[in-house]
């Protein structure tokens, strides 16, 4: 996994890996983000998802530990 510097708000994500048992298999589109958490629209209820709980797949097939993106959007998109 290398670190993820692109927008994630509007993507389709799948989780694959957590510390969450509840968060297992959740799938969604991402419509928010801040330093620590995920918004996800799943199937018309939001879910608010600590980013260090989880492994998630994008559409594209990249695969993102959260660990490594806690950081504000435009923090990570500008690589600092």
Known sequence: MI?????LIGQHMDV????NESLR?????????TKET???DVQGQRK????HAIVFRLQSGELIDGKTIMKRPE???KGK
């Open 16 to 19: 694959v890996e957590t510390t």
């Open 48 to 51: 608010v998802i600590m980013k």
């Open 25 to 33: 298999k959740l799938a969604g589109m991402i419509v928010d983000e």
């Open 3 to 7: 670190s993820f510097t692109g927008e």
């Open 38 to 40: 995920l918004v996800v």
């Open 75 to 77: 923090e990570r998109m």
